[in-house]
């Protein structure tokens, strides 16, 4: 798949524009005005939940450049309130944001991988 460019403009057909719109279907663990939460399709941990904000951003680049205090608190905050939801607090959990090419981005809406259920090992492979 071709890696997101971090300053791409905003596609309104990706993948996760389409199942926030309802356009497809997904598993879906949490909702509010500011964030959308679901699992991820291919998990790599017991828990694989994928955080995204509602609003139209690429990356973190574009989210934290651009976004409005309200947005980014809200999002924020809706990471927090999934991980507590899922009862991954007390065990402990791992977010990963990847961006661009080298972060392995592949889909181009900002979204958090919340992982948990096992010891997340360290913290990158070795290659
Ligand atoms: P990225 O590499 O962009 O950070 O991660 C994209 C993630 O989205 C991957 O972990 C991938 O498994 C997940 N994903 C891709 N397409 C879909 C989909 O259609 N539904 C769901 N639930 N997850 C998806």
Known sequence: MTPVDPHQPY???????RILRGDLPCEKVYE????F???????VADTHVLVLPKGRYVSWD?????ASAEE???FVRA???VARDLDLVDAG???????????????PHLHVHLLGGRAMGPM????
Do not use: E
Not at 32 to 35: G, N, P, V
Not at 37 to 43: T, Y
Not at 62 to 66: L, R, T
């Open 62 to 66: 574009d989210f934290s450049a651009n």
């Open 72 to 74: 980014i608190a809200g």
């Open 93 to 107: 959990y791992r977010l990963i944001n990847n961006i661009g090419k080298d972060g392995g981005q592949i889909v």
């Open 11 to 17: 596609d309104d057909d990706n993948i996760f524009a």
């Open 37 to 43: 939460a679901f699992h991820d399709i291919a998990p």
């Open 124 to 127: 990158l492979s070795a290659n």
């Open 79 to 81: 990471v927090g309130t």
């Open 32 to 35: 509010d005005d500011w964030a």
